[in-house]
């Protein structure tokens, strides 16, 4: 994770409490008063869990839950300039938001294609896009966002929404229950918001997007109103969860995790995101473009893929994954690297198997074999999701 400094403006110190080495969102104290167990996450001090964090996994992936989200930045990017200059500091293509409250996931590369970030924009009108970044990243982010804004023609305001808390709830319940919390002439309209779209709602912007593979809404409401929100979502049954349970979810789901399956020194096609980069039109010079076009060009060597343990033990990061002397590549120094590494793994409450996301040699077949404390332990290579929606999508 990156460190993030201490200084705040002025803005931000009116919102968020500092205590120690963590930054706290407006739900801190109720966390703690709830029992939670809390972690720095990114320079945050965050709650893990509630008690059980395969509780809340299941709770998640049965009925609702809520996640406090509100370490993650919000810039809104105003400005008659703000599409041209999306359209140059991302890699997917915001040409594609023509509809209002559309959603689009991209990553921010840097000039080598390695990427400082995966975010999310939304298309609030044709001079407002709202973009959430992740939390270690968020004033990296802002300071990146503001530098090229600076080198930018006229039209480009960068503004951080310190002022804002994030709620995630999410599960087959969970747009009812936040549904019934809205005013009466917004639910319908949230309810019928497709998924990767948003929709204000008074001072808050209801989004139907998430990171944990189910159904539900990320809402965005201004901070002193989380609490009030939170506690009603409590009162109406849904389960109040942690980042552990968020972590298992998202793995299941097969969603990357910044500084984990990706990072600055990868680029995304090794990262399983070729789909997020949009290379027409062929005139839309992005950063990193010239980059991925090289890398492109010469071949990519690496893979990220899905990994399911065929044996007992418990996947990791930062295990080394290899190719097994039975496979032909393993014995052909043309095919390239014979060696990969676990970037994130878990052991998964839904399926009762340890998974795991790994970055492998390209030419990597069914099976690969996974270093587990000096022991060399099959593995089956799979196309993630594992899970989403609550169904299985892998065989077992």
């Not at 964090?53 to 996640?67: L, Y």
């Not at 400005?79 to 041209?84: K, L, S, T």
């Not at 929709?199 to 965005?220: I, K, L, P």
């Not at 990706?262 to 789909?275: F, I, N, Q, Y």
Request: proline share 6%; hydrophobic share 45%.
């Amino acid at each position: 994770m990156v460190s993030l400094p201490l200084f705040f403006g002025l803005a931000e110190a009116q919102t968020w409490k500092v205590t120690g080495m963590g930054r706290r969102t407006p739900l801190h104290e109720l966390h703690i008063a709830s029992g939670a167990r809390t972690v720095d996450f990114g320079g945050w001090d965050m709650p893990v869990h509630y008690g059980s964090q395969i509780e809340e996994h299941h709770r998640v992936r049965r009925d609702a839950g809520m996640f406090d989200v509100s370490h993650m930045g919000v810039v809104d990017i105003r400005g008659e300039g703000a599409r041209p200059f999306l359209a140059r500091l991302l890699a997917n293509d915001v040409g594609k938001l023509r509809e209002r409250g559309k959603a689009l996931y991209s990553c921010m590369l840097d000039p080598s294609g390695g990427i400082i970030d995966d975010l999310i924009v939304y298309h609030m009108d044709e001079r407002w896009f709202r973009v959430v970044v992740n939390a270690g990243n968020r004033d990296l982010d802002l300071a990146w966002m503001r530098e090229r804004a600076a080198a930018w023609q006229a039209g480009v305001d960068i503004i951080e929404r310190a002022d804002l808390a994030i709620v995630a709830v999410q599960g087959p319940a969970a747009r009812e229950r936040v549904a019934d919390l809205l005013d009466p002439e917004d639910r319908a309209p949230a309810l019928a918001l497709q998924p990767f779209f948003a929709r204000e709602c008074g001072t808050w912007c209801v989004a139907r997007t998430g990171y944990t593979g189910e159904d539900g809404f990320e809402v965005m409401l201004p901070a002193a109103e989380a609490e009030p929100f939170w506690r009603a979502l409590a009162a109406s049954g849904v389960a109040p969860c942690g980042l552990g349970a968020r972590d298992t979810l998202r793995l299941e789901a097969g969603m990357n995790l910044h500084g984990s399956d990706m990072d600055r020194t990868k680029h995304p096609l090794e990262s399983g995101l070729a789909w997020t980069v949009a290379f027409d039109p062929p005139e839309r010079d992005f950063i990193g473009r010239r980059a991925l076009e090289a890398l492109r060009a010469a071949g990519v060597t690496m893979k990220l893929v899905g990994l399911v343990l065929e044996e007992r033990g418990v996947l990791r990061g930062h295990q080394r994954v290899v190719l097994p002397a039975a496979d032909p590549a393993a014995a052909d120094p043309a095919a390239g690297p014979v060696e990969g590494e676990v970037t994130s793994g878990t052991f998964s409450p839904t399926l009762q198997k340890s998974i795991a996301l790994a970055r492998v040699p390209r030419a990597a077949g069914a099976a690969v074999l996974v270093d587990i404390r000096g022991k060399l332990l099959p593995a089956r290579v799979v196309r993630p999701p594992f899970v989403r929606h609550g169904r299985v999508l892998i065989d077992l």
